[in-house]
């Protein structure tokens, strides 16, 4: 009996593109964000309603980027740099996972590794990602103000939780994964 593997490939495929596709617009809207902000965009739709368009980094209005001198927004940009990296390396890992997905290949070593490698560094990432703001807050407030006016704020919100404990299960998932194929090798060597 001949398995119909079309279905999955072709969603694989759609998934690791729509992911590559999204994190490639994160990338640029970060990048772009710190170098060069723009402010909110206003006007109305068809004469029916009001649209209002604001791209704004994590706790960085446009009129605070705009006022920040070029290095400090530079400097901005180098703190959430390796929250990106290290994303962009989930990504890259995901897509190996999706790509044995288009081939039909599921359950394999390399695939649990491979989902294992994403998982770990989606939860670095994220994790990096809240932590960048405070260490900003905290470098920036040392750079104006000195050690006199230093303060640690730390800005959590219930998305970041839930984005915590997400990234939590697939870690967990992961971790089932790479021992269900430990114990598959393992029982094959018995038969």
Known sequence: MQKNNAGPAVLSRRVRLGVKSFFVVYLLLTVLGWLAPAPAAHGTVAGAGMYELVLQLQS????????????????????????????????R???????????????????????????????LGTLLTLLEPTVRGMLFGLLEE???????VIDITGGDLWTLLLCCVFFALAQILHEGQRLADENSGFI
């Open 60 to 91: 960085q209005p446009y009129a605070l980027l705009a006022a920040m001198p070029w290095w400090q927004r530079a400097l901005g940009l180098a703190l959430a740099l390796p929250a990106l990296l290290v994303l962009g390396d989930a990504v």
């Open 146 to 152: 000195g050690t006199s006016q230093l303060r640690l």
């Open 93 to 123: 890992q995901l897509g190996r996972v999706l790509r044995q997905f288009e081939q039909g290949v599921y359950f394999t070593p390399p695939v649990a590794a491979y989902f294992r490698r994403f998982a770990a560094c989606l939860l």
